[in-house]
């Protein structure tokens, strides 16, 4: 028999590191170069559209159309240069990943010849017959029309010969059909909001911008050794693979030396995202071997979730060119680590950073404390829509499943936050501030600096740290889009902010002094919030149970978690906030349902086809050669001598035979299982019957197989195994 692993793994040894030609610049100087920004705005476009549009994009000025020609125009002066022939709107479906329509510029001049054309309404909005999209029933076939429209915040670019214009995807009625659009309505909200709330301290503060740093998770495997895996190819993840010996027990991957193929691979890849405008800052080993991360700096958030996008599908490109595929799967091999994808998040105003402790003054240092008792308030009142926004199909194998974070959410703040919050609760009111004329405010608040200190003990374990400066949100995905999350936590932020400046709007009105009224309020909400922190070990079984006993959502099923964005309480945050619609969020669940079964109906597939065309044949004819040998054993010596001598083989025989047996009759009630669930209308029902009877049945077949890898003839065996995925590079 021919074996396909051999060879990969024979061709995946021999490469050598990709020679990668550094440009002549200091990543500085070629930072942005394919990106229409502010140097290159100021140079392509007149004053006062130059003007015009930096208010649009820095204070959420109205844009005016009667610029979009002018602006089309530069950006066309600017493509043209760099060899560019086709634009293309760019936008973020409700599937994984972007989308993209390339037109070229031409068009006829009338006279029989072309000429290259850009046109202010190209720029702006496009109608997209893009009914193949998941739309959740908002669209119905015959009203196919879906409109991108362009999101001037985040800057065009250049990749290869194409103009990358992000855009923002509707339906012809107004509904979002993609993430970009309830997410810019989301910052505003919040945006809103939070510059509501900082007046109370600083009358001056125009506008609150939400910031995002993640930091993103990946494998890398090489690309032959990826081919001859099917269900890496179809599904992301090994359907079936025994744990290599070693793996990740002696920690020696962890920020462990980068291997010379994957540095070419990053060194490629960072320098092309850095001429993208994307500001690469970090890469380092991951826990896992093969498993490595990516961080930039943190920007806007909107621009931070492009990027992101941008970075993904670039990271893919680059890494075929070095003999690599890069798995974003959030569990691709079981029994190591799994990526996810830190979602830093943090709120700063026009003058500074909202979520930074030292503060000079007191009023900073109340600030500080109203905007971190707001964030966990939000956290707490939507912890099971927080995680229903990080859930999926594949990411419930990080969440809850063998691996940490669980799945509920929690907040960690460490020792000093703490104390600093029990002493607000509990001090006397008079003790705790006092007014002193001139001088301000005196807030008898400890030492805010020492929260530093607490940086460097950080829990791991966490779903919502503190940070610092920031809150880290480490349940999402690595392969996630993050505005998913990311519109949930500023909705649900603008909420708790509104309703905060409510209450001490109220209090104020009967006459109360203002400072008095949010110490007031802030005391009721740091008790109500107590639930959601938890300082303690997440892994822990304990904290289950605790959990429970707080009223956290503990709930595992990742089907029955999406009913989360049903709730009532959720759909008056998104609808006061103004974020999402109900209709939106109805026909976004049943896009949510739909993908969760078509993951899991394809895993089933491919299990079945592994199965039958590799697995039971391998071990079959592994079967028969021994059943031969034994049969030879009883020709050449007598019955006695023989029972001893095919004592073993007539074991692995009858071990062989029971596995398959079972697999056989497992990829059969598989199938079964989804003939029943496909004839399920439902889409939650359906859903929630491929959870429950379907996945289990995969991880069953799957335990079965991994033995037979164990006692099968490794010359016979065509799956590259793990120690060859996850060490050969
Ligand atoms: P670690 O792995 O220790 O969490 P990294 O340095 O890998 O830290 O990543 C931290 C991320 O947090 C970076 O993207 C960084 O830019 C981002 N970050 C730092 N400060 C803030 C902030 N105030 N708001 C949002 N993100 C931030
Ligand atoms: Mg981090």
Redesign the pocket.
């Known amino acids: 028999m021919e074996n396909f692993r051999f060879q990969a793994v024979t061709e995946a040894s021999k490469k050598a590191p990709l020679a990668v030609k550094a440009p002549k610049e200091r990543p500085s100087e070629y930072f942005g170069k394919y990106v229409f920004n502010r140097a290159k705005m100021q140079k392509y476009l007149p004053e006062d559209v130059f003007q015009q549009l930096t208010d649009v994009i820095d204070n959420g000025a109205h844009f005016n159309r009667s610029i979009a020609d002018a602006v089309a125009t530069g950006m066309k002066h600017w493509a043209q240069e760099n060899g560019v022939t086709h634009y293309t709107h760019w936008f973020q479906p409700l599937t994984e990943g972007t989308a993209e329509k390339h037109d070229a510029f031409v068009e006829f001049d009338g006279k029989g010849g072309m000429i290259e054309e850009f046109s202010g309404k190209l720029l702006v909005q496009q109608e997209a017959d893009s009914s193949s999209f998941p739309n959740g029933g908002i669209r119905n076939t015959f009203e196919a029309r879906g409109y991108s429209a362009w999101d001037p915040t985040s800057p065009v670019f250049i990749i290869d010969d194409t103009l990358c214009i992000p855009t923002i995807f509707i339906s012809y009625t107004g509904e979002a059909l993609d993430y970009k659009a309830p997410l810019l309505r989301s910052l505003h909200a919040v945006d809103v909001a939070a510059t509501q709330v900082c007046r109370y301290f600083d009358p001056n503060v125009k506008k609150v911008r939400a ?5 993103q998770e990946y494998f890398l495997v090489d690309e032959d050794l990826y081919h001859a895996r099917p269900d890496l190819m179809l599904t992301g993840r090994t359907l079936m693979g025994h744990d290599s010996a070693k793996n990740q027990q002696m920690d020696d991957h962890y920020l462990g030396t980068i291997p010379d193929r994957v540095q070419a691979f990053m060194k490629d890849l960072e320098i092309q995202a850095l001429e993208l405008g994307i500001p690469c ?2 890469r380092h080993n991951e826990v896992a071997p093969n498993q490595f ?1 990516l ?4 920007e806007e958030c909107n621009l931070a979730i492009d990027h992101n996008m941008l970075l993904m599908s670039l990271m893919k490109r680059v890494a075929r060119r070095h003999g690599f595929r890069v798995l974003l799967h959030e569990k691709p091999f079981a029994g190591v680590n799994g990526s996810g994808k ?1 979602n ?3 709120l ?1 105003t026009d003058t500074g ?1 909202l ?2 402790a030292p503060g000079k003054t007191a009023e900073d240092n109340l600030r500080f404390v109203v905007f971190l008792v707001e964030t966990l308030m939000s956290v707490y009142k939507h912890n099971g829509l927080l995680k229903a926004s990080i859930m999926s199909a594949t990411n419930a194998h990080r969440l809850g499943a063998n691996e940490a974070p669980p799945a509920i959410i929690s907040s960690f703040l460490g020792t000093q936050l703490t104390e600093l919050l029990n002493h607000i609760e509990v001090a006397d009111k008079e003790d705790l501030f006092t007014l002193h004329g001139k001088q301000g405010m005196m807030l008898d608040i400890p030492e805010i600096p020492e929260l530093f200190i607490d940086n460097t003990d ?1 829990n791991r374990t966490s779903p919502f740290a503190f ?1 610092g ?2 809150f ?1 949100f480490r349940a999402v995905g690595s392969e996630a889009n993050c505005a998913c999350s990311m519109l949930v936590l500023n909705a649900a932020m603008a909420e708790a902010l509104t309703n905060f400046k409510e209450r001490v709007d109220a209090l104020i009105e009967q006459g109360e002094d203002q400072t008095s009224a949010i110490i007031d309020v802030l005391r009721e909400d740091i008790k109500t919030c107590k639930p959601i922190h938890f300082d303690g070990n997440g892994y822990s079984e304990e904290w289950v149970e605790e959990a429970k006993r707080r009223g956290l959502d503990c709930e595992n099923s990742c089907p029955v978690i999406f009913d989360r964005y049903l709730d009532e309480d959720s759909i008056k945050m998104f609808e006061s906030t103004g974020v999402m619609t109900r209709s939106e969020l109805v026909a976004r669940n049943e896009v949510k349902w739909e993908m969760y079964t078509k993951k899991i109906q394809i895993e089933a597939r491919v299990m079945g086809d592994l199965t039958m065309n590799h697995i039971i044949p391998v071990a079959t004819f592994y079967q028969s050669q021994l059943a031969n040998n034994v049969a030879r054993m009883f020709e050449i010596f007598n019955r006695d001598e023989a029972e001893k001598l095919t004592c073993r083989n007539k074991k692995i025989i009858l071990e062989i035979a029971e596995r398959t047996k079972i697999i056989e009759t497992g990829v059969e009630e598989l199938i079964n299982a989804r003939k029943v669930a496909n004839k399920i209308e439902n889409e939650r029902e359906k859903a929630i019957a491929y959870h429950d009877n379907v996945e289990p049945m995969i991880e069953t077949i799957r335990y079965h197989i991994d033995k037979l890898e164990l006692i099968v003839s490794d010359e016979l065996w065509t799956l590259p195994k793990y120690r060859e995925l996850m060490f050969i590079r």
């Open positions: 910031n995002l740093g993640w930091e800052k970090t991360e961080a930039p700096i943190f830190h830093n998040w943090s700063c950073v979520l930074h950080r940070t400066n920031r880290e």
